[in-house]
């Protein structure tokens, strides 16, 4: 018997023709052809054609691992077979001569994989192809079909991307090479998924579950960090980079995942958020999951899971006491389209999943966070699977600043329940404009109580100040003289106002500490302690607050050199 597999015809109807591969790559729930010449005529009433489709170490029927099928379909099956494959002679075939063309189907609920498809007609048995199976996201019945074809050909097919970092108010893009067809990327992706723990812990449980989104999201979460596995890449949040490549050094995906392939899953150093999502997002593609990447500016990092972001801060400017809650300038993660029937029928969390590969918290034991429907983090329904209280945490926690007192008691600075979760931004459908999705997250918030953060340096600067000798009604602001620029001075003006009508002495200190990103503090830049005499307001708040910020202009400027802090 001989074999053609009209790989060309197939990969361009299947959209996997732009993959660089030698197998035949197809997606499930779509026809795919194979040319098969049999030495002699074909007579199915006599002599039926079978077919045996195979994948994994343990195939199965009751898995969906394992299908057999043929014309006519009298093949003997288990009765408890999942995913069954079908088969159809064309048209066009010729019985006669022996040269039949097969229509064959995987059904929309096959797992994803590479596969052996065996053929036997009379004595006999020969391999009729070695095909990889992928998610098909043009299909109506698969979990993953995406209706829009814009957007198919943006999160499934576009090799390119942006990945948003910075600030809210100073928002910086990189190009990102995602290159999910480059040489090799099928079966680099096929190894993450057979060395993840829960494959080595049950195999053939593992293969079977690989027709679900859901569950392979979650793999590949856990897969692309090293944190408890044979991951990708390793974290590093740190300031010495010494045996790997600085995080902020990357640019694309291909070839961090081809490193761990070539090293024998060796993880590749280093990697942050924005490149744990950028080599997630690859990965994602190539399945035929679609999959964007997402970042979320002033993102909360809510280790006690109480939606309380708590700050502390020392009379001396600095915080004395670790808190395991932070507030990151920006984080990284993406979202995979998917289906949902496993929370509910009427398809009401379907759509967009946050899926977070940066090693943060654990999840079911793992270092993994998601999938969380977007919808259910929109509407505050933190009960639902997986990780949807911490992600809602990220874009809805409060932030609380204590300030420690010397006999260690604490007072509540301020409070603020507005400025985690900003600017929640992707790239746009077929251009390269930034996309706000924030409201698709949370619903417009109504200001209340909140004191102003415009002390806060857009560009990893934390100004920690004011500790009063009297306990006096006095309120402080920094205002923004200029527009901070990388390696560029910066300019603040402390604005003092008081409610008092007589003079009141006052001990100011400052201190300004450079910032990571993910708001870890780097290094201690100033420390400034004056002892001035605040002056009353002249006849209302207004006037009180000029002549105060006339009279301190020059003495209450700070500036700093600001530089980038990966």
């Known amino acids: 018997m001989l074999v053609d597999l009209n790989s060309k015809t197939n990969r361009t109807e299947h959209h996997t023709s732009t993959i660089l591969a030698d197998e035949l790559i197809v997606r499930r729930g779509q026809a795919f052809t194979v040319t098969l010449k049999l030495t002699q005529a074909f007579n199915p009433d006599l002599y039926p054609l079978t077919v045996v489709a195979m994948t994994g170490d343990y195939p199965s029927e009751k898995r969906g691992t394992k299908s057999c099928f043929g014309i006519p379909d009298s093949v003997t099956r288990s009765p408890s077979a999942k995913a069954v494959w079908k088969i159809e002679l064309e048209k066009n075939s010729s019985p006669t001569t022996g040269i039949l063309t097969l229509i064959i189907t995987p059904p929309a609920i096959t797992p994803i994989g590479q596969y052996t498809l065996t053929v036997k ?59 999910q067809f480059e040489d090799n990327m099928v079966n680099i992706c096929m190894k993450i998924l057979d060395v993840n723990n829960k494959h080595k812990k049950n195999p053939a449980d593992d293969e079977s579950a690989r027709c679900n989104p859901i569950y392979v999201g979650r793999v590949v979460s856990a897969m692309i960090n090293s944190q408890d596995d044979r991951g990708v890449l390793e974290g590093n949040w740190g300031s010495s980079f010494w045996g790997g490549v600085s995080p902020s050094q990357w640019n694309g995906s291909h070839a961090i995942l081809k490193k761990w392939y070539n090293t024998f899953c060796s993880p590749v150093k280093y990697g942050q958020c924005w490149v744990f999502a950028g080599v997630m997002c690859s990965v994602m593609r190539l399945l035929g999951i679609p999959c964007r990447v997402v970042t979320n500016f002033n993102s909360a990092h809510d280790t006690d899971k109480n939606l309380i972001i708590d ?7 600095v915080m004395p006491k670790e808190s395991n809650d932070s507030v990151w300038n920006f984080h990284v993660w993406v979202e995979g389209w998917m289906k949902r029937p496993d929370l509910a029928e009427d398809g009401k969390y379907d759509g967009w999943q946050v899926l977070d590969p940066t090693p943060q918290e654990i999840s079911d034991r793992v270092y993994c966070c998601g999938p969380a429907s977007v919808n259910a983090i929109l509407n505050g329904e933190t009960a639902l699977k997986y990780d949807v209280p911490f992600v809602y945490a990220e874009v809805n926690a ?13 007072v509540k600075i301020s409070s603020n329940t507005s400025s985690v979760g900003q600017n929640i931004s992707t790239k746009s459908v077929g251009s390269n404009k930034r996309m706000n999705i924030t409201d698709t997250y949370k619903y417009p918030e109504v200001q209340r109580n909140i004191k102003s953060d415009e002390d806060k340096m857009s560009r990893s600067l934390q100004m920690d100040t004011t500790h009063f000798k009297q306990s006096v009604h006095v309120s402080s602001l920094f205002s923004q003289v200029s527009k901070p ?23 100011i200190n400052i201190n300004v500490q450079a910032m990571r990103y993910n708001g870890s503090r780097a290094v201690n830049i100033q420390n400034e302690l004056k002892e001035e005499t605040l002056q009353p307001g002249k006849g209302d708040a207004a006037s009180g607050e000029d002549a105060v910020q006339k009279m301190h202009r020059r003495d209450r400027c700070v500036k700093t050199k600001l530089e980038r802090l990966d």
């Open 485 to 507: 620029m990388n390696g560029e001075d910066v300019s603040l003006k402390l604005v003092l106002h008081s409610e008092s009508t007589a003079d009141r002495p006052l001990s």
């Open 398 to 410: 409060d932030c609380v600043d204590w300030l420690i007192k010397a006999d260690g008691s604490k």
């Open 311 to 317: 700050k502390y801060h020392s009379d001396t400017g």
């Open 121 to 179: 007609y009379r004595d006999q048995e020969t391999l009729l192809a070695t095909v990889v199976v992928l998610f098909n996201p043009w299909c109506t019945d698969d979990w993953v079909f995406l209706s829009d074809e814009k957007e198919r050909q943006e999160y499934v097919m576009n090799e390119q991307g942006i990945i948003y970092r910075g600030s809210k108010d100073y928002i910086d893009s990189q190009n990102w090479d995602f290159g």
